[in-house]
């Protein structure tokens, strides 16, 4: 009896047409006939409830509903959902489902509804987009079932709930695999660049075309073939390619929900793919108060996965990073000439000038990238209009710290220190052009 009481639930439309009952008493007591109809009323809506239970409860289990989760989560991405529904019932249902979906998202009201025929299976799919990397657990699916006429509804629980790891954007990452695979990086704003000619690698022979480097014209090849053949060449391969993520408390700046740190995060898994699609060795490391999250530079199947992993246990500490200990354990650890991306922020030219010794010292023995961030909310005060003399105030100091990100890359650059001054959500695209950039020079 317990268990049949706490399944049962009212609809709206249980308690309007109660309402109107109550309204149709009020009036009856001044039109004495209205009385003996809301009798006759009250009781057809009576049996018309009972028949609406029966109907309902005449199936044990009169609703089959699944929670279709995927092993894991990718950060930043619209995740699908899947939740299939069958139907078991004789007539057609109306379903109303509110799943208990991680509290991260912070929604306590998150529902939908689905309209099932007699014996059909359906599925509902929606989407939902973490922005932190960790476990989300899911609750149970709740079902509020209702027939045609619609006086109750007959809850079910499913417990399908699990827990689910959020690891960083791996849909981007298999985003660009598939284009680097099929040489399709144009398509999306990244450059393909190859260099001919000026490398150590020899890769074909190939028929001479106007704009090949006579210098690279093959003799013997010619002589053979009877026309002008050149040796093509590509940009020597294995070399080391680390990321290197500043997880200091600048990095916990967010925009469009996602941290700076998580941001990076996501680059530097697409990034090291594409290193290693390039066959470069692609390496990470970490770095605050001190040096962590070590992966060594590898070739091998398993290197993504370990970089994957390593990848989703990153948090920030909120601490001043120092790039001392930074520059002192590259120096110590890193003896081959490498390409360091490093990702950090820097909001002002102060903060970078104290910074600014141990990245000339690090340049010295590496080719360093390092790749800041704009920041795009001073846009709405730089571009938009101001008014009021705060307004006014305002759009100064946001033009200040714009002004400022570009003193940064000047003076970075003026040290022979590649720099990459990027939108965050135009980071991934922005590093591998200047890889790219690099490797057809044959800076790396």
Known sequence: ????????YFPTRFFLILLGFVFIFV????????????????????LLFLFDVILLYKNKNGIIAEQLLPEKFSNGDNNPVHISFNNLYAF????NAIDEIPHQFQIRDFHFSVKLKSGEEKDYVYNIRPTKRGVYQFGNLNVYAETFLGLMCRKYVFSEGKDIAVYPSFLQLHKYDFLAIHSHLTDYGVKKIRRLGQTMEFEQIKDYVSGDDIRNINWKATAKR????????????????FCVIDKGRVMKMPFNELSLLDYSVNSALVMSNVALQKNDKAGLFTFSRKVENRVLPKRSNAQMQTIL????????????????????????????RSLLLLFTNFENINSMQRQLPYLKAVAKNHLLVVIIFKNVELHKLIYGKAVSTREIYHKVIAEKFNFDKKLIVNELNRYGIQTILTEPENLTINTINKYLELKAK???
């Open 1 to 8: 009896m317990i268990k049949f009481i706490k399944s049962l």
């Open 27 to 46: 009036v009856s007591q001044f039109v004495t006939p209205l009385f003996v109809l809301l009798k006759f009323a009250f009781g057809g809506f009576l």
């Open 92 to 95: 057609p249902l109306k379903i």
């Open 226 to 241: 009877g026309k002008l053949m050149v040796n093509q060449y590509q940009d020597e391969r294995a070399q080391h390619i």
């Open 309 to 336: 992993e390593t990848l989703y246990k990153i948090e920030t500490d909120f601490a001043e990073s120092d790039f001392e200990r930074l520059y002192a354990d590259i120096r110590r650890n890193i003896a081959q």
């Open 442 to 444: 044959g800076a790396v």
